[in-house]
């Protein structure tokens, strides 16, 4: 059984600032908190779930603190609309922005505000093998409970640090640095890459001047052409900000 305290504790951490001050987060459902589990390092400080679930995950879960809870209490500890059978109370991931960009490619948002669109973005990014992101800092915070549950577990395989993008954009040497742009090159044209850096702006204002004086290549998904249709090309004043992310990725790899 839960007591008053500990139920207030777990609901606290819905809101950023103590998520920052106790550097924890919010785990939920049995596909998140297994892919956590299967980590060498999961993070997981403790586990509150339904006898169910932990019937059936009680080898995986021998070695960590947790507790039975009722269907009520998961309701009241849950941030989900539906709850779903196990909350965890996680560490927050390391936030060191020092890692090899070569041979590989790397993500940096600019500004990404939507959460959704954030744990979608992680999301693909885990799909195309993209194991690094770099976040403005005034971007959507990963440990926000729509931002983990949008990356359907991909937030335990994809490291996102915060930092100032134009600054470390500057630091990054013998490296192409592409923008999703409007006025960019048809990124179906352009050939595989193997290392690079992908930026992709705001969903209303795109990249930052800032941001954009250090890119070496702007790049675009070309809108497709109507057959018998008077309005001729695609409509859409633009994608959204994960869509563009999976397409360009798609093509770049």
């Not at 900000?241 to 093509?251: E, K, M, P, R, W």
Request: hydrophobic share 40%; charged share 20%.
């Amino acid at each position: 059984m839960l007591v008053k305290s500990k139920v207030k504790y777990i609901q606290s951490l819905g809101q950023k600032k103590f998520r920052q001050q106790e550097g924890l987060f919010i785990a939920e459902g049995p596909k998140l908190v297994n892919d956590l589990l299967t980590l060498k390092n999961s993070g997981i400080t403790e586990i509150f779930a339904l006898k169910e679930w932990i019937e059936v995950n009680k080898l995986l879960i021998s070695s960590y603190k947790v507790v039975a809870i009722s269907s009520i209490e998961l309701e009241k500890i849950s941030q989900l609309t539906t709850p779903n059978q196990v909350v965890a109370l996680v560490k927050q991931f390391s936030g060191n922005e020092h890692f090899d960009i070569h041979n590989k490619i790397t993500l940096a948002l600019d500004n990404i505000q939507d959460p959704g669109n954030m744990g979608t973005i992680i999301r693909i990014a885990d799909w195309f093998g993209v194991e690094q992101i770099v976040c403005n800092i005034q971007s959507a915070d990963i440990y926000n409970p729509k931002v983990i549950q949008s990356t359907m577990g991909s937030i335990a395989r994809v490291k996102v640090v915060y930092t100032d993008l134009a600054e470390w954009l500057s630091k990054q040497k013998n490296i192409s640095i592409y923008a999703a742009m409007l006025d960019g090159e048809n990124v179906t044209s352009i050939n595989k890459i193997k290392h690079g850096i992908v930026v992709i702006g705001n969903e209303s204002k795109g990249i930052s001047e800032d941001v954009l004086k250090l890119v070496t290549k702007k790049i675009t998904i070309p809108q497709k052409a109507r057959l018998n249709d008077s309005y001729g090309l695609g409509n859409a004043e633009s994608l959204n900000a994960a869509v563009a992310t999976g397409i360009i990725l798609s093509h770049l790899l």
